[in-house]
């Protein structure tokens, strides 16, 4: 099968009927990524059909197991090779979405593939905290989205004050998914988090993935973030 038809049966398989714009945007996609990683670290991924499953499918879950209305701001908090951010705008362009990411060789990538395949979103450069201390930033989101960036109770400080009050922040995890939620509470607690469900799925090649969508109940304190260097020594 050629590319897009793989992608097209695998989109099918998790419940997303992807049309022939939408295909040849995560083609573009695709090529762009495959290009740019021989000249800098995007993904480990690379091979046709493991990119399709393992980042474009994966990222393409939270369509199906949220309702995502239209029109709705998104953050991508850590966007990196632009995870799960990019293929929900392929597949739903009336997203608001804004990519962040501290690297900005990453974002000048992201910006050729917008460029590349017509789409437009807001490229911000910032580390996640000081971006969420930025006033045009803080709090203005429906949803805060990250995927495989750090464990949650580090990751809710980095992404629930993205977040506007009655908004949801959706973390992208593996099968240690309850784990991480356990050890989370107080951080949740602290930031105005509450956690509204927690969404386990397979990927095609019977990998397991979960989705933690936390809910936000209450203005984060300004305290926080704090500085990442008191993050990352003295999680919450």
């Known amino acids: 099968m050629t590319f897009l038809e793989r992608l097209f049966e695998e989109a099918k398989i998790i419940g997303i009927i992807l049309d022939d714009i939408a295909l040849k945007r995560f083609e573009k996609y695709y090529e762009m990524l495959v290009d740019y990683n021989t000249r800098m670290n995007l993904t480990a991924i690379t091979e046709e059909q493991e990119v399709i499953v393992k980042h474009f499918c994966d990222s393409l879950y939270l369509l199906t197991k949220y309702h995502v209305p239209n029109g709705a701001k998104i953050i991508d908090v850590g966007t990196g090779a632009g995870f799960p951010g990019l293929p929900l705008l392929i597949a739903r362009p009336d997203l608001n979405l804004t990519l962040l990411d501290g690297l900005n060789k990453r974002l000048i990538f992201l910006q050729a593939v917008l460029s590349e395949t017509g789409l437009c979103a807001d490229i911000v450069h910032a580390r996640a905290e000081e971006g969420a201390a930025d006033k045009k930033y803080r709090e203005k989101y429906d949803f805060a989205t990250s995927r495989a960036v750090a464990r949650l ?44 469900e927690l969404q386990e799925y397979k990927l095609s090649d019977d990998s397991t993935r979960t989705i933690i969508a936390i809910k936000k109940e209450r203005h984060t304190p300004p305290a926080y973030p704090r500085h990442n260097s008191k993050i990352k020594k003295q999680p919450l």
């Open 153 to 196: 109770n580090v990751l809710c400080e980095y992404c629930l004050p993205y977040v506007k009050k009655g908004g949801t922040f959706l973390a992208m995890k593996g099968p240690a998914a309850a784990e991480e939620l356990a050890e989370s509470q107080r951080a949740l607690e602290v930031l105005g988090g509450k956690t509204a």
